[in-house]
């Protein structure tokens, strides 16, 4: 299995370097899925893929996941760039089960609100509403491996919906986590979205037909469905490193690095720090998306975060900023319990 997944990783490596001058920008389906899950992971620049200590672990890197002893469920909220009422909903449950591994499931719901129909002879709106919203349903599992070195996998169900035509598809997220003997260092590795392709169908591709215009007599009147190309998934290959450093007593900083190769974009790199008071109490963190990236809108990221314990019950509080350079700002806001 270990060979397997180091085998998997190599080989993607290597074709990211063969074609890293092809960005594709705007080329994949399901582009959601992109979207960084969580406050925590989105205050730390989304360098997370080798800290993940919580059950956003299903989204970044189910491997992590391996490492929760304790029943964690989360929900995180994400309101997506001022006044466009789009909104992203997580929600994870993560139940280790010893030492045959943990299990997880997960729901990512994106909202894109009410939208007004028009028409060529009605621009204003029609009267009537419709909709869009994508939706993905995951099924984890992590173990570890040997002591130091922890893998997990995800497979997902993806669905995006406009009005009355949709999209399906299947993807595969495989990760590993290594905690290395080299000053305490954990590195870590992972493809995202490995799947089928998703093309749209539905009622509002259904077309009359005239299959041959230049004949009178025929049946002008055929009913025919518009054939929509196939779009890859946003799939991507991401490498972390991550260190804690403690300091006096109940303090930790941890510094994280990830780079990433997507298939729609350039390569970049996400950095990160969280710095931790009083025993894990109080949280600290800064992060910087999307470095060496041409044109990138994202950049700076602030939060910090609350986990306190009561009795057998912990509840964590997050929240993040991140400000885009013409899309405004994004908060997103998340809430653990651990049991």
Do not use: C
């Not at 093309?199 to 230049?214: H, K, N, V, W």
């Amino acid at each position: 299995m270990k060979k397997l997944l180091l085998i998997i990783f190599s080989i993607s490596l290597l074709q990211s370097i063969g074609f890293s001058q092809v960005t594709k920008t705007g080329t994949t389906a399901a582009k959601f899925l992109s979207i960084g899950i969580g406050p925590r992971a989105n205050a730390m620049g989304g360098a997370f893929t080798s800290i993940v200590s919580d059950a956003s672990a299903l989204y970044w890197n189910p491997a992590g996941a391996a490492d929760l002893t304790r029943y964690e469920a989360l929900f995180t909220y994400t309101s997506l760039f001022k006044d466009l009422n789009i909104n992203l909903n997580y929600f994870a449950l993560v139940i280790p089960a010893d030492e045959v591994g943990s299990f997880g499931v997960s729901v990512t719901a994106l909202d894109y609100g009410d939208m007004d129909v028009t028409t060529e002879y009605y621009p204003e709106g029609t009267g009537e509403k419709f909709s869009a919203a994508s939706y993905a349903f995951g099924l984890s599992y992590a173990r570890h491996i040997t002591e130091n070195f922890s893998a997990g996998v995800t497979v997902k169900y993806i669905t995006e919906g406009i009005f009355n035509s949709s999209a399906n598809g299947v993807a595969f997220d495989i990760g590993t986590i290594f905690k290395t003997p080299f000053f305490g260092i954990k590195f870590a590795s992972i493809i995202t979205n490995y799947g089928s392709k998703m093309q749209m169908t539905g009622e509002d591709l259904l077309i009359r037909y005239d299959a041959d215009p230049s004949r009178h007599g025929n049946n002008s009147s055929v009913d025919g469905y518009i054939k929509t190309d196939q779009f890859e998934l946003p799939l991507r290959l991401q490498i972390g490193i991550s260190k804690d450093i403690q300091f006096f007593d109940g303090q930790r900083l941890t510094l994280a690095v990830d780079a990433t190769h997507p298939n729609d974009n350039a390569e970049y790199v996400n950095v990160g720090g969280e710095l931790s008071f009083l025993d894990n109490l109080i949280f600290l963190r800064a992060g910087y998306k999307g470095l060496f990236l041409k044109d990138n809108q994202e950049g700076l990221t602030l939060g910090a975060g609350l986990d306190y314990a009561l009795g057998v019950f912990s509840v964590g509080f997050d929240y993040s900023y991140q400000e885009f350079e013409f899309l405004s700002y994004t908060h997103s806001f998340g809430v653990s319990l651990k049991f």
